[in-house]
């Protein structure tokens, strides 16, 4: 079964420090990675996308790795601040017709 | 750009009752999916469109959840009987093409 997995659930940080969150896939095969912020209530608002062919993505304050052989991706926040505080979500698409799908998300809680 | 557009936010219903959800793509976008989101978890696909056919129904339940997308932009998903289990955010999202995916805010619907 494909499955995608978030570690950890839910984190807390005071502001100002940097912020690692981590997802990982049980099939090597992806064609893209997609990071999601979700605020409560809302919906999801696109971060970043990693194709299959690179091995990170920037912007701003936000880098996003992609590992294919360790079946893992992850997005670093940089001084991070109280408006980071959210829902963070990984997605996998396997090919370009496939479906994406979500790991259980990250909540971040970053502290004043 | 506007975004992905949703109606209503919000949804009350009693069980065995009927419903249906409006969405609007960002104008251009030749496919449209439906995602269910259960509290805690990442979002699922239900239905995906490409145009006015549709290319992916397969975690649909065809014996109660129906959605259709004439004319290739606006989309409609309905339930009917709706079920306890049915209380979740449904939203829509679009792509220009199988890349990034853009969503809507959500229609979160509770069933008593």
């Known amino acids: 079964k494909q499955e995608v997995t978030q570690i950890p659930a839910a984190l807390s940080v005071p502001e100002g420090e940097n912020l690692v969150l981590n997802c990982s896939f049980t099939d090597s095969a992806i064609y893209n990675l997609q990071w999601f912020r979700q605020d409560p209530g809302k919906g999801l608002t696109s971060l970043l996308l990693i194709q299959s062919s690179q091995r990170e993505q920037t912007s701003g304050r936000l880098n996003a790795s992609l590992d294919k052989s360790s079946g893992r991706s992850t997005l670093y926040i940089a001084a991070s601040q109280p408006g980071d505080s959210a829902t963070y979500l990984c997605a996998r698409k396997s090919d370009s017709w496939g479906k994406l799908q979500f790991g259980a998300g990250t909540q971040v809680v970053v502290t004043p | 750009e506007a975004g992905v557009a949703q109606s209503p936010r919000y949804k009350i219903i009693e069980k065995r009752q009927s419903v249906a959800f409006w969405c609007n793509p960002i104008?251009?976008?030749?496919?449209l999916y439906w995602y269910q989101q259960i509290l805690g978890q990442g979002p699922k696909l239900l239905i995906q469109?490409?145009?006015?056919?549709?290319?992916?129904d397969s975690q649909l339940p065809k014996d109660r959840f129906s959605a259709e997308r004439l004319k290739g932009v606006d989309s409609t998903l309905k339930i009917q009987p709706a079920k306890l289990e049915d209380s979740a955010v449904y939203l829509c999202?679009?792509?220009?093409?199988?890349?990034?995916?853009?969503f809507g805010p959500g229609t979160r619907l509770t069933v008593l």
């Open positions: 104008s251009g976008h030749a496919t």
């Open positions: 999202a679009s792509s220009l093409d199988t890349n990034e995916q853009f």
């Open positions: 469109f490409q145009n006015n056919g549709v290319v992916d």
